[in-house]
């Protein structure tokens, strides 16, 4: 593939036209002969919790293995894939990213969490919330759309929770701010603006910035910036077929040689040795 493929749903381009998406890990499965290509959502969310049976994940190039009773939490963008075991059961729930938005209280410390690729262990409350919501989507009872949001909401906070508890060291501090700066980030990172192009735009001072940054994750705003563009990169080398010299101008380097010079002090790899290892690995 030239490009990592962007799907609403998985082989799909329309738009979600529902409040959520419900259907069984088999429904889609069967279709692909269990197997899913490496892809994104750009504007989904999705949880994924496996109820029987298992296989194999990538959540953005890091491997996991799924087994009875363990959630996928995929965030809007994530590149992912999976080889099912031939009769797995579970579910998927696909959230557009403006309704989870909508659940999403400023400075509870829930985003961060919830933009973590990630597996973890489930637990009956998150079965049986993501169990009201598949007959809450098949229903089409009066009300629908706002049980549906409202049970949303529920399971963003319940998957975040058990995020937060299989990583407890993970918590970061004023969450709210770190979230609107890595909001921010997500939009621009391709625009290589500085600390301070962030900083105003949150009305702060950068020095400010840099420090909740750095009390939350150990590293200054500035880091922050250059890992999410490395991040890019490391998705469009890994999983599509465009040049260097394509994903560099793509990520808004005006020369190749300077990007190629940025990704190896980052990673330790030139871009083409960081592709072949991935090709490798595959």
């Known amino acids: 593939m030239d490009r990592i493929e962007s799907y609403n749903l998985f082989g799909e381009s329309d738009d979600l036209p529902d409040v959520v998406h419900c259907e069984t890990i088999a429904a889609r ?12 959502h750009a504007r989904l969310h999705q ?21 009875n009773g363990q959630l996928a939490n995929v965030p809007a963008g994530c590149v992912h894939g999976y080889s099912f075991t031939p009769g797995t059961e579970g579910w998927v729930v696909t959230i557009p990213s403006e ?5 999403l209280a400023e400075g509870e410390g829930l985003r961060p969490l919830l933009g973590r690729p990630i597996v973890v262990d489930g637990n009956d409350e998150i079965v049986a919330t993501t169990r009201a919501i598949f007959a809450a ?30 990583a407890p060291g993970d918590a970061p501090a004023d969450t709210g701010l770190r979230a609107r ?11 290589h603006l500085a600390v301070s192009d962030y900083a105003r735009r949150l009305g702060i ?38 040049s260097i010299a394509q994903v560099a101008y793509g990520l808004g380097y005006e020369d190749p040689a300077h990007f190629s010079r940025v990704f190896r002090r980052a990673t330790g790899l030139s871009p083409s040795a960081f592709r072949k290892k991935t090709e490798a690995a595959g």
């Open 29 to 40: 499965s069967l279709r692909h002969d269990w197997e899913f290509i490496p892809h994104r």
């Open 47 to 67: 949880v994924l919790m496996v109820a029987r049976g298992g296989g194999r994940g990538t959540l953005d190039g890091e491997r996991w293995t799924l087994s």
């Open 99 to 103: 309704v989870l938005d909508e659940g």
């Open 137 to 166: 989507f098949g229903a089409r009872a009066f009300a629908r759309a706002h049980e549906l949001r409202a049970r949303t909401a529920l399971l963003a906070g319940l998957v975040a929770r058990a995020i937060a508890e299989a």
């Open 181 to 191: 700066f890595e909001a921010l980030v997500d939009r621009h990172f391709a625009a």
């Open 205 to 242: 001072t950068p020095t400010h910035l840099s420090r909740v940054l750095r009390d939350a994750t150990g590293r200054p705003a500035s880091a922050a910036i250059r890992e999410r563009v490395i991040r890019e990169a490391r998705r469009e080398l890994a999983y599509s077929n465009l």
